[in-house]
C-alpha cells in the first residue's frame, strides 16, 4: 500500500492551502483530485465547450445529485451542487469577487474575526488579491493594503460612483483574485471579455491551479493526481485515520495510508464522503454518531437585478471594451449583505436563452428576432448581485440517496433544501437597494431576476466547526471530533455563510487549519 | 424432413386462462413501471448503476437524421430563427443551424436529444397529414402543448430543438453554426473570434 504523510482530497479552495502549508513543513504530500488537469491551452474562448458541456462539471448521467425542496417532494436529478471537477476545483472557473466576511458573521463560530485576519493576509498574498480598501468605509479590519492595485474598470463606474453619492451609497472596487500586475512568475490580467465561468489562459485569475498549487509542487514534497475518485476512509481499529481508497484514472481501486487525511472535496461532496465511509465501527457515517453530518446545509443568498443601458442615452463610451465594471456596495451589510454592479455575463447563448420565455408563453419566429436585435444592439446589460446570509436551519441538508447512483455505484447526494424566512427578508433589502442605484444611475427595463435565491456554488455548513460535538462535526481546529487525524477544509467546516462570496475564507480558514496541523505534527 | 427453423414457426396454443393471468400480470407490471417512472422514482436502481457512462459513450457510427427528418427540421429551425434580411441578420439554415445540429446530435451523449429531436419532426409531419395545418399552425400548437410530463412532450421537445438550434446560431463558428461569424457580427457581440487563446 503506498503510504504518504498526509493525503488532500480535493484541490480546490479547501485543499490547495494545506497541500502547501504541509509540503512546506517538510510532509510529503498527496493531493488527490477527482477531475483532469487542465493546461492554459485548455482554456478555449467557446461558450459550448466551456459552460455547456462537461468541461467544469460532470453530466449528469455521469454523476448526478439530487434535490427536493420539501422532505415529501420527490428527489429530481440535478447537477446543481457541484462546483467544479478539475485540479483548482471552483477557483479555475470564478469570478473571484474576493471580500472578506465581516467580524460579525463570526457571532456563531467557534472564532473570531482577529484570529482568522492574518490568514486573510496570506490568501491576499499568495494568491494574489487586488483592490482598493480605501474606497469602502465599510472595510473589515485589516493589516494594511491589497498586494496588487485594483483592476481597471469601465468608465460606468465613475457614473456610478455618482449615482451612488447621491444616494448616500459608498460604491468601492471590488476586490478580485486577479493579478493586476505580472510578478512572482504570474502574468497580469490581459482584460480578456471571458472570465467567470471560464478557466484564465494567462493564468492571471488567481486559481490554486495557477497559484498555490504550483507553488506546493515546487517544494518537491507535493504530487497532486488527477482522475482519482476517493470513495472511502479507512479507520483504524484504535479510531485514527488509516487512508482512503480510490478509483484512479482507469477506474482501478487504489488504497493510499497517510497519518493525516484531509477532506476538501466541496461541502457536499465531503459530507457524502464522510457518509459513504459507514462501517462497523461508525454505522451511520464516520464523525456522523450524533447525526451532524450533511445538516446546516447553507448555499449563498442570491437576489439579481438586471436592467438596460441604452446606447441611446449613454454614448459611444458605453462601447467601450473593458470587461469590468468593478463597484460593490456594503452599506447596508449588516440588515442585508453586500451587492455589487457587474456586466451581463458575454456569454451570447445564455443571454438569448433568457428571451425564450414571456411568462410561460415559449418565443420564437419574428418576437425572439426582435427581442435579439434589442437586447444585443440597443445597449448593454447590467446586472445586480446581492449576496446574503442563508440562515442555517433543520430542513436544509445533505444525505445519501440509495435510489441513484454514479458511474462507480456509489450512491449520490441529495440535496434537501428549506429556508428560513429571514433570508428573503435581507434579499429583499438589498434588491430594492441595488434597484434604486441602477435607476439613479438612469438604467432603463430595470426587472427583478431573483430575490431570496440560491447559488450552488457557494456552500457551507455540512461538516461545520464548533466546540459541541452535539451541533457540530469537526473542532474549531479542523479535525472531525474524536478522530484526531481527520480533517475537513473546504466550505463545509464553515458555520455560516456570510453575506459575501465566501471563497476567500474558506481559503483562509483552509490556511489557519494547515497551520495547526503542521503545529501538532 | 422438417428443418429446425421451421419447427419454430408452428403456432403454439394457449389456455384462455393462461393468456388471462400472463396478460393481466404483463399490463398490470407495464402500468406500474410507467406510473414510478412519472412520479420521478428510479424503478431499478441496479440498472441505473449499469448505464453507460455519457461522458464515455462514443459518438453516432450514422447519420442521425434520416432526409425526411432532415427537410421538417430545415424547415423547423427556420420557423423558430427566421433571420432579419434588413439587418444581415441570417436565417437559422443560412448561420448552418442545420450542420451544427447534426455534428451535436451525432456527439457522444446526445442520443437523448436526438430522439427528442427526431420524434418531434415525426410528430409534425403527422400533425399536418392528419390535420392539414400549416407548419406554423404546428408549431404553436406544439408550443402550446401542455402535456409537459408525458414520455413524449412536443412543448419539451420543440424548447429542446430551440435551446440546441440557439446554441448552433450563437456559438463558435467552430461547430458548424454562426457561419464566419456572420451572427456575432450582425448582432455586435463581442466574443474572441479566435477560439483558441493566443496571449
Known amino acids: 500500500m503506498e503510504e504518504v504523510d498526509a493525503v488532500v482530497v480535493g484541490s480546490g479552495a479547501g485543499g490547495a492551502p494545506v497541500a502547501l502549508t504541509l509540503a512546506r513543513a517538510g510532509m510529503k504530500v498527496l493531493v488527490l483530485e477527482k477531475g483532469p488537469r487542465y493546461a492554459p491551452h485548455d482554456f478555449l474562448h467557446d461558450e459550448i465547450a466551456m459552460c455547456r458541456r462537461d468541461f467544469f462539471t460532470p453530466f449528469v448521467e455521469d454523476d448526478p445529485h439530487t434535490l427536493r425542496r420539501s422532505e415529501t417532494e420527490n428527489p429530481t436529478r440535478t447537477n446543481a451542487g457541484w462546483i467544479s471537477r478539475c485540479v483548482g476545483g471552483g477557483t479555475v472557473h470564478m469570478s473571484g469577487f474576493f471580500l472578506r466576511f465581516q467580524p460579525q458573521d463570526f457571532a456563531r463560530w467557534p472564532f473570531d474575526y482577529a484570529a482568522l485576519a492574518p490568514y486573510y493576509d496570506r490568501v491576499e498574498r499568495e494568491l494574489g488579491v487586488s483592490g482598493d480598501e480605501s474606497k469602502n468605509p ?151 454518531e450524533r447525526g451532524q453530518v450533511g445538516r446546516n ?43 455589487h454592479l457587474l456586466w451581463e455575463h458575454p456569454n451570447p447563448i445564455h443571454a438569448a436563452e433568457r428571451l425564450l420565455r414571456d411568462g410561460g408563453r415559449l418565443v420564437y419566429g419574428r418576437e425572439l428576432m426582435d427581442r435579439m436585435r434589442e437586447h444585443f444592439t440597443d445597449g448593454r446589460a447590467i446586472e445586480a448581485e446581492c449576496f446574503s446570509e442563508w440562515m442555517p436551519n433543520d430542513g436544509c441538508y445533505v444525505s445519501l440517496d440509495d435510489r441513484v447512483t454514479d458511474r462507480w455505484g456509489l450512491p449520490c447526494a441529495r440535496i434537501t433544501i428549506a429556508r428560513d424566512p429571514r433570508d428573503r427578508e435581507r434579499s429583499a433589502l438589498l434588491v430594492d437597494k441595488a434597484r434604486a442605484l441602477l435607476e439613479a444611475l438612469g438604467a432603463k427595463s430595470i426587472e427583478t431576476l431573483d430575490v431570496g435565491g440560491e447559488t450552488f456554488v457557494l456552500q457551507h455548513g455540512t461538516c461545520r466547526m464548533g466546540t459541541d460535538p452535539t451541533s457540530s462535526v469537526t473542532t474549531p481546529d479542523g479535525h472531525v471530533h474524536g478522530i484526531d487525524n481527520l480533517f475537513v477544509t473546504d466550505g463545509g467546516a464553515l458555520p455560516t455563510s456570510g453575506a459575501v462570496p465566501s471563497t476567500l475564507t474558506i481559503l483562509a480558514n483552509a490556511y489557519r487549519i494547515a497551520e495547526r496541523i503542521t503545529a501538532h505534527a | 424432413m422438417e428443418s429446425q427453423d421451421v419447427a419454430k414457426l408452428v403456432p403454439v396454443s394457449v389456455g384462455r386462462r393462461t393468456f388471462v393471468i400472463v396478460g393481466g400480470a404483463s399490463v398490470i407490471g407495464a402500468g406500474t413501471y410507467a406510473w414510478l417512472r412519472r412520479m420521478g422514482y428510479e424503478v431499478d436502481p441496479a440498472l441505473d448503476a449499469r448505464r453507460e457512462p455519457r461522458s464515455k459513450s462514443g459518438p453516432l457510427p450514422y447519420e442521425p437524421f434520416d432526409p425526411t427528418a432532415l427537410a421538417t427540421l430545415g424547415a423547423l429551425v427556420d ?121
Not at chain 1, 218 to 240: F, H, Q
Not at chain 1, 311 to 330: C, H, N, S, W
Request: proline residues 7%; hydrophobic residues 40%.
Open chain 1, 297 to 339: 446545509l447553507c448555499f449563498s443568498t442570491l437576489g439579481r437585478v438586471r436592467a438596460q443601458l441604452p446606447y441611446a442615452d449613454f454614448g459611444e463610451e458605453l462601447k467601450a471594451a473593458m470587461p469590468f465594471i468593478g463597484r460593490a456596495v456594503q452599506d447596508f451589510y449588516g440588515d442585508g449583505g453586500t451587492f
Open chain 1, 138 to 288: 465599510n472595510v473589515a479590519p485589516r493589516s494594511g493594503p491589497y498586494p496588487y492595485p485594483p483592476v481597471l474598470t469601465h468608465p460606468i463606474a465613475n457614473k456610478i460612483d455618482e449615482a451612488g453619492a447621491k444616494l448616500g451609497m459608498h460604491p468601492f472596487p471590488m476586490p478580485r483574485a486577479i493579478v493586476t500586475e505580472s510578478k512572482n512568475g504570474r502574468n497580469a490580467c490581459v482584460y480578456c471579455p471571458l472570465c467567470g465561468s471560464y478557466g484564465c489562459e494567462v493564468g492571471a485569475k488567481s486559481s490554486t491551479l495557477a497559484s498555490l498549487i504550483p507553488l506546493a509542487e515546487a517544494t518537491g514534497r507535493c504530487e497532486v493526481r488527477a482522475n482519482a475518485m476517493v470513495r472511502r476512509i479507512e479507520i483504524l481499529r484504535n479510531g485514527r485515520a488509516k487512508g482512503v481508497v480510490y478509483f484512479d484514472s482507469q477506474d482501478v481501486e487504489r488504497t493510499v495510508g497517510a497519518k493525516i487525511v484531509v477532506i476538501a472535496a466541496s461541502a457536499i461532496e465531503s459530507a457524502r464522503l464522510l457518509l459513504l465511509s459507514a462501517s462497523e465501527r461508525h454505522p451511520r457515517g464516520i464523525g456522523n
Open chain 2, 79 to 199: 420557423h423558430l430563427i427566421p433571420g432579419d434580411p434588413s439587418r444581415n441578420l441570417p436565417s437559422a439554415r443560412e448561420a448552418g443551424v442545420l450542420d451544427y445540429l447534426v455534428a451535436a446530435a451525432k456527439a457522444p451523449g446526445m442520443s437523448a436529444l436526438r430522439d427528442e429531436i427526431l420524434k418531434l419532426t415525426r410528430h409534425f409531419d403527422l400533425s399536418m397529414k392528419k390535420t392539414g395545418e400549416t407548419f406554423e399552425a404546428a408549431i404553436a400548437a406544439a408550443a402550446a402543448d401542455t402535456g409537459a410530463r408525458a414520455k413524449f412532450s412536443p412543448a419539451r421537445a420543440l424548447e429542446a430543438t430551440l435551446r440546441l438550434s440557439l446554441e448552433g446560431y450563437l456559438g463558435h463558428p467552430h461547430y458548424g453554426g454562426n457561419r464566419d461569424a456572420s451572427v456575432w457580427n450582425a448582432l455586435a457581440i463581442a466574443m474572441p473570434r479566435e477560439r483558441e487563446m493566443k496571449h
